[in-house]
């Protein structure tokens, strides 16, 4: 798959790549405040988690299923995983919490729980 674009951004070129599946559910953040990098995503607010395990915690009771959580990586080769992505990709700057959980799960958060920082 190479030369490839969503929403006119250019998806990195995969070349010999091995197949990797693994289902699951992925909520993913920001580590920056970052105006540029939210409009770039079609981000309209940034919200603040002040406890991401905290947040994990509420998450996990709900869908059942122990989360794990951490940085994301980025390479120049064609190994992907969950948090090892395309060096294309890090101007995200992402952190992400995944759960090996197949089904669609709608999860409630306790109000109060995000911040609002700011809108744009």
């Known amino acids: 798959m190479t030369n490839c674009y969503i929403n006119g951004s250019r998806v990195p070129d995969i070349i010999?790549?091995?197949?990797?599946?693994?289902?699951?559910?992925?909520?993913?953040?920001?580590?920056?405040?970052?105006?540029s990098i939210a409009l770039k995503l079609g981000k309209k607010c940034c919200v603040k988690i002040s406890n991401l395990r905290k947040l994990r915690k509420i998450i996990d009771k709900q869908v059942?299923?122990?989360?794990i959580m951490g940085e994301c990586k980025y390479?120049?080769?064609?190994?992907?995983?969950?948090?090892?992505?395309?060096n294309e990709d890090s101007w995200q700057h992402e952190y992400r919490m995944f759960w090996r959980h197949t089904e669609n799960q709608v999860v409630t958060i306790p109000k109060g729980f995000g911040k609002l920082v700011t809108s744009y």
């Open 75 to 86: 390479t120049e080769d064609h190994n992907r995983s969950h948090f090892l992505k395309s």
């Open 16 to 35: 010999n790549a091995s197949y990797y599946e693994e289902d699951g559910l992925i909520l993913s953040f920001c580590n920056n405040l970052n105006e």
């Open 64 to 67: 059942g299923v122990k989360g």
